[in-house]
T-cell receptor, first 114, second 109 residues
Framework: DAGVTQSPTHLIKTRGQQVTLRCSPKSGHDTVSWYQQALGQGPQFIFQYYEEEERQRGNFPDRFSGHQFPNYSSELNVNALLLGDSALYLC?????????????FGPGTRLLVL | GEDVEQSLFLSVREGDSSVINCTYTDSSSTYLYWYKQEPGAGLQLLTYIFSNMDMKQDQRLTVLLNKKDKHLSLRIADTQTGDSAIYFCAEVRYSTLTFGKGTMLLVSP
């Protein structure tokens, strides 16, 4: 049973460019959340997708957008990249149940903006 | 600022017990989690505790929860060098996780 997978593993971009990161959830999970982890910090919640809709959003600008596909996989898009967007981007999946929302994380995509 | 607080660093000798502490703010959190992150890796779920419990034991791991003081701790018995990593506690708010900054655990031989 594959866990959460993410691609690519590493990415280098320049300021102003756009980037797309991808995530496949754990088998049986239908909810995908994205987190940004800056160096030396804990992960910060970006947004969560369920049934192809953005269900919740953290304190991130509109440059950060996402999508969820019918097979529950998800993309994170960041436009007009800034140096401060350099971070590890983590995807987590969970089953959509009221009583157990444990999130399982992928290995992350490390983004460097030059 | 951070709503979930953790001490930043802990150093122990191999074979000793490690205790990592965390305070959280949202008394309505249903679950509290401990995740482990090794260098260059994602987050590995270690264990979690439901808010109506005060203790949970899972092999070498013991989680203690004090809801009155909003204090959570993770005890690792017989700590090994492979336990060296950053440990994050996290609380659930509206189906999303809020993390502390993490505690770096260094285990020396």
């Amino acid at each position: 049973d594959a866990g959460v997978t993410q691609s690519p593993t590493h990415l280098i971009k320049t300021r102003g460019q756009q980037v797309t990161l991808r995530c496949s959830p754990k088998s049986g999970h239908d909810t995908v959340s994205w987190y940004q982890q800056a160096l030396g910090q804990g992960p910060q919640f970006i947004f969560q997708y369920y049934e192809e809709e953005e269900r919740q959003r953290g304190n991130f600008p509109d440059r950060f957008s996402g999508h969820q596909f019918p097979n529950y996989s998800s993309e994170l898009n960041v436009n007009a990249l800034l140096l401060g967007d350099s971070a590890l981007y983590l995807c987590a999946s969970s089953p959509d149940t009221k009583y157990q929302e444990t999130q399982y994380f992928g290995p992350g995509t490390r983004l460097l903006v030059l | 600022g951070e709503d979930v607080e953790q001490s930043l660093f802990l150093s122990v000798r191999e074979g000793d017990s490690s205790v990592i502490n965390c305070t959280y703010t949202d008394s309505s959190s249903t679950y509290l989690y401990w995740y482990k992150q090794e260098p260059g890796a994602g987050l590995q779920l270690l264990t979690y505790i439901f808010s109506n419990m005060d203790m949970k034991q899972d092999q070498r791991l013991t989680v203690l929860l004090n809801k009155k003081d909003k204090h959570l701790s993770l005890r690792i018995a017989d700590t090994q060098t492979g336990d060296s990593a950053i440990y994050f506690c996290a609380e659930v708010r509206y189906s999303t996780l809020t993390f502390g900054k993490g505690t770096m655990l260094l285990v020396s031989p």
